[in-house]
């Protein structure tokens, strides 16, 4: 119905487009096409599931509302299957929906991008992702992002070859937004992974701590996502 994918190499990254318009799947596919992406589609939620089940993609860009099964649901099943744990997840949204993008990130969503959707601004914010997913899959000691040095090994911070030292759990919580930049990290994975679930933090503690950072290191770092949580924003 929408064209025949074309095989790939087992480096070539992998993309499934999910939406109920074949127009706009047609657009996207050529454009990732272009770039050298093997593409596969699916029309709704339920067929997503199973195509993505049969490809593993390393990227799946799903609209929201469709039939049978919207973008929704079918995120918050694929991020419960662990064959998923390496994929990315944006969304497709109308523009000024921000219920829409709350959802999508409470469902297990990476990212997302509005419509309608401009061919160069949908092909850097693929790159971006798939970039992030190269760089995942490499553990690092020391990250690098502007001016400044994060060495998780010597707990030690960088700006501009200067020194600063940081508490902690302050050092904690730049280490985990910087390791995967543009990632929006949600409140109960920053509790989780900074103070375990033993531990009782509620959000005012969170703020403080990136108060704190914004402070240390500069507003222009990280991004607050309104009603979900926090990112690290590349410089």
């Known amino acids: 119905m929408f ?11 992998s993309i ?5 318009e074949p127009d706009i799947i047609e657009i996207l596919r050529y454009n990732l096409s272009q770039e050298g992406y093997e593409v596969y589609s699916a029309k709704d939620g339920k067929s997503a599931i199973k195509k993505a089940e049969k490809e593993i993609p390393n ?5 929201v509302m469709m039939p ?47 419509k309608p959707v401009k061919p160069k601004v949908f ?6 992702l798939l970039r992030r997913l190269k760089k995942e899959s490499i553990l690092e000691s020391t990250i690098e992002v502007g001016d400044l040095v994060i060495d998780r090994d010597e707990y030690k911070v960088k700006i501009s070859g200067k020194p600063l030292i940081l508490p902690r759990k302050e ?10 930049p543009e990632k929006v990290f949600k409140r109960g ?21 990136m108060r704190k950072l914004r402070e240390k290191i500069g507003d222009s770092y990280f991004k607050t996502v309104k009603g979900v949580g926090y990112k690290f924003v590349n410089q």
């Not at 990227?59 to 609209?63: E, Q, R, S, V």
């Not at 092909?123 to 971006?128: D, E, H, Y």
Request: proline fraction near 2%.
């Open 68 to 114: 049978h099964m919207d973008g929704i649901e079918a995120c918050s099943i694929i991020r419960k299957n662990p064959i998923f744990n390496d994929t990315i997840i944006m969304f497709l949204t109308a523009r000024g929906e921000d219920y829409s993008h709350v959802a999508a990130y409470d469902a297990g969503a990476d990212d997302y991008i509005t």
């Open 59 to 63: 990227l799946i860009i799903m609209d």
């Open 171 to 180: 050092f904690e919580l730049l280490y985990l937004l910087a390791s995967k």
């Open 189 to 209: 994975k920053i509790m989780q992974s900074i103070w375990g679930s033993d531990v009782v933090v509620g959000d005012r503690t969170i703020d403080v701590h």
């Open 3 to 13: 064209g025949r994918d074309r095989k790939r190499s087992s480096d070539t990254p």
């Open 123 to 128: 092909l850097s914010k693929v790159k971006g």
């Open 16 to 20: 499934l487009l999910v939406d109920d």
